[in-house]
């Protein structure tokens, strides 16, 4: 006993020695996180973390046996009916990929009502809305590849959005299809997406992003931060806010267990270009948003001018969301907070309102 002990310290001491593992735990020791009554927001970055973590374990776990191309679907059957427990690994993937949406929108309205991308964080917003931009475009990629009815249609509904854009609609449309139609060449173009060129850009940038918050730590919220230093209250982030951080992180883990097992992720029929649209067609949640505007737009403007003019609609609103932290730059709650916020309430209510519009009308 007293032997092995002995051993490991040695072989402690030794790692200790090559990688200064004690400067990293004294660092970690050091770093403090905000505690107040609205902690419970900073946990949200690291729960989008945790999904995509999840995916990167699930998708390399699927791409074991999914064939790109013209088998696609064959071999999404064969995850789903023929391998062991292929069924679940890909139910885990397409759920997983729903929750770490939902949780990076969650995290991006939770830091835009606290004020967090206030100076000096202005990097985190525009790196955070780079990862959302990301985020949304491995779902739209991923939608594709199994290429069921629902899958190809959505996707065809999908890319009306930039087809729509003056001058460079179609040219973006026939680069991302590769020919006229969505076929086999669209699925190798969207798969080569998917697991090589999102992933190399999206590593580099969240790991940016972390960087910065190591650097400038959590953002008080406006009501925290017109409290006196002496009445503020932090905690250590190792080990008091790392142990929560992995509580969180369970809760998460058993969610996606429920919902993986429960209700497991469907299999339509195979795609069949030459048969009709079925009813009802409609992109992801996450896009109906988008979609419904443009129809609303289309419908009050018809023709190529409600076309347009919603697309100026949508590019002034991201552009305006986007250069907030350049416009709410007071620290105190002035005019100009106040504006944002409502801004920050107008943008979440027309996302909620428009979605729920959305379904009403395709459902
Ligand atoms: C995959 C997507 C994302 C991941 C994995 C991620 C991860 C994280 C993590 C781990 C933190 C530190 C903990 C926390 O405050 O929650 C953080 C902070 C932050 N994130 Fe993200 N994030 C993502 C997307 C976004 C988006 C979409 C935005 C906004 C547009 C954003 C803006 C910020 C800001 C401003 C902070 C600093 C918050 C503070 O100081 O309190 N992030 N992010």
Redesign the pocket.
């Known amino acids: 006993m007293q032997t092995s002990l002995w051993r490991s310290r040695k072989v402690l001491v030794w790692l200790d020695e090559r990688l200064a593992l004690t400067e990293l735990l004294e660092y970690a020791r050091h770093k403090t996180v905000p505690e107040h009554k609205h902690s419970f ?6 729960i ?2 945790f999904f ?1 973590l999840i995916q990167v374990f699930t998708g390399v776990l699927l791409m074991v046996y999914y064939r790109p191309g013209a088998e696609s679907y064959e071999s999404v059957r064969e995850i789903t009916y023929d391998i062991r427990f292929g069924w679940l690994i890909r139910s885990a993937h397409s759920w997983s990929a729903n929750l ?1 949406v939902l949780a ?1 929108f969650i ?2 309205f939770s ?2 009502f ?1 004020k ?2 206030r100076k000096p ?1 202005e990097f ?2 525009w ?3 780079a ?2 931009a ?2 949304m475009t491995f779902g739209f990629s991923g939608y594709l590849l199994p290429m069921d009815e629902l899958a190809y249609f959505a996707t065809k509904v999908g890319l009306e959005l930039p087809a729509s854009l003056p001058l460079v609609g179609k040219f973006i449309n026939d680069v991302v299809r590769g020919g006229p139609e969505v076929g086999s060449v669209t699925i190798q173009r969207f798969f080569a997406l998917h697991v090589v060129v999102l992933p190399l850009i999206f590593i580099p940038v ?1 790991a940016f ?2 960087w ?2 190591q650097k ?4 008080l919220p406006p009501s925290e931060e017109q409290k006196p230093i002496a009445e503020r209250r932090s905690i250590p982030f190792f080990p008091d806010f790392f142990s929560k951080d992995l509580a969180m992180w369970l809760v998460a883990l058993n969610v996606l267990a429920i919902l993986a097992s429960l209700y497991p992720w469907q299999l339509g029929p195979q795609a069949d270009p030459l048969a009709p649209a079925p009813a009802g067609i409609h992109p992801e949640w996450y896009f109906m948003s988008q979609f419904q505007l443009l129809k609303l737009f289309g419908r009050w403007f018809p023709g190529v001018t409600g076309e347009v003019l919603g697309l100026v609609f949508f590019t002034l609103i991201l552009l305006l969301w986007a250069i907030v932290p350049l416009y709410d730059t007071g620290t105190a709650a002035g005019r100009r907070a106040k504006v944002a916020t409502w801004f920050g309430i107008t943008v979440l209510a027309l996302l909620i309102v428009t979605t729920i519009w959305g379904y009403w009308e395709v459902l």
Do not use: E, I, K
């Open positions: 927001w900073y946990y949200w970055g690291g989008s973390m995509f770490m990076v995290h991006m830091v835009f606290m967090a991308y964080r985190g917003w790196s955070g809305l990862l959302l990301l985020t969240l992003h972390l910065l918050v400038h730590g959590n953002a």
